[in-house]
C-alpha cells in the first residue's frame, strides 16, 4: 500500500460519520481458547472423618451428668469451635486426634506418639490451653494459643502429630 | 459419722481437704467408656473436676477407706459392667497441692471430690491411678 493508498485506507467501510461508525460492525476476532489443567479433585484429608464422628457422637451428650459423675453436658460452642480450630492447624497428613469430654462441659484434644503426648484443652470458644509431654525426659512444656494467632499451635501441632 | 464438710452461704460444699480422709487412704475414679479412652488407654482427660449445674464439684471420687470400714468393696459404686475404675492414693493427690474432700451430697455416703486439678495434675494422676477393673474397651 501507498503512502496515498494508506491516508485513504478506511478500516471501518462507511464511518465517515459518527452515526455511521456507530453502526460499523468490526470483524470477529477469534481468539484461540486457553488449555486449562486437569480438574482439581478436593479430597478430604484422612483426619477428618473420624474427627467429625466423634464431634458428632459427643454432641449427643446434651443433658448435665451425662456420666453419673456430675460432668457438665458437652458444650455444642466448643465442638463447633474444635472443628474450627483443627481445619486451621491440622496438616493433611495429621494424625486424628482423641477426642476426650471434660467435666466442664469443654474437651481435650489428644496426640499419642512413642516419645510425646500433646493435649490441648478447650474450656469454650476461644480459650485453648495445652501440654506438650516429652516422654524421654519427662518435661513438659505449656501451650497457650491465642485462636486469633495460631502460627504457634500450629507450629507445634505440624512437628509433633504428623504421619509418619 | 465423719465430720461435716464445711458449706458456703448457699449451702453447697466448699473445696476442702477433709482430715478424716486419710493420706493412706486410696480413691477410686469411675472409668466411662468409650469417653475417657484414647486408643484404648485411660485418657488423662478422665481426671477433671465436675462443673454440673454450673456448680464446681471438684473429680468425682468414692472414697475406698471409708468403703472398707463399712465392708464395702471398691467396686461396689461401679454398677455397671462396661465401666472401668482406677485407683489414687490420697497423700499423692495432697502432695501435688490437690483438696480431698467429703462429698456426700453429689453421690452418696462416701462420696468424695478432688479439686484444684489442672491439665498437669492430670497428667500425674494418669501416670500414678491403678487400674481396679478395665473399662470396657481397655487395653
Known sequence: MSYGEALRFDPWPGSESVAQFAEAVAAGVSIARPQVSAPTVDREAPWMKPTRDKLDHLAKL?????????SAAVRSDVLKFAWTIL??????NGVAPGIIPLGHGGI???????D?????????PHEISGVLFNLQNNIEQEIHADAGH????????WLNIRRI | MPSAPPRDAQGRI???????IHDDCHVIRHIIPPHDLHEGRVSSGAYSESTAFGVRCGMSVDIECWMTSDCLGSLHYVTDPSHGATRLRVGFLRSLGLKVGWDPDNGHQHHGAVWDITTSFRKKMQKAAVTVRRAAGEL
Open chain 1, 62 to 70: 446434651r443433658d448435665d451428668n451425662w456420666d453419673g459423675r456430675g
Open chain 1, 87 to 92: 481445619s486451621q492447624i491440622m496438616p493433611y
Open chain 1, 108 to 114: 481435650q484434644l489428644e496426640w499419642t506418639a512413642p
Open chain 1, 116 to 124: 510425646k503426648e500433646l493435649e490441648l484443652e478447650i474450656t469454650r
Open chain 1, 150 to 157: 495460631l502460627d504457634a499451635l500450629t507450629a507445634v501441632v
Open chain 2, 14 to 20: 466448699e473445696p476442702h481437704d477433709h482430715a478424716e
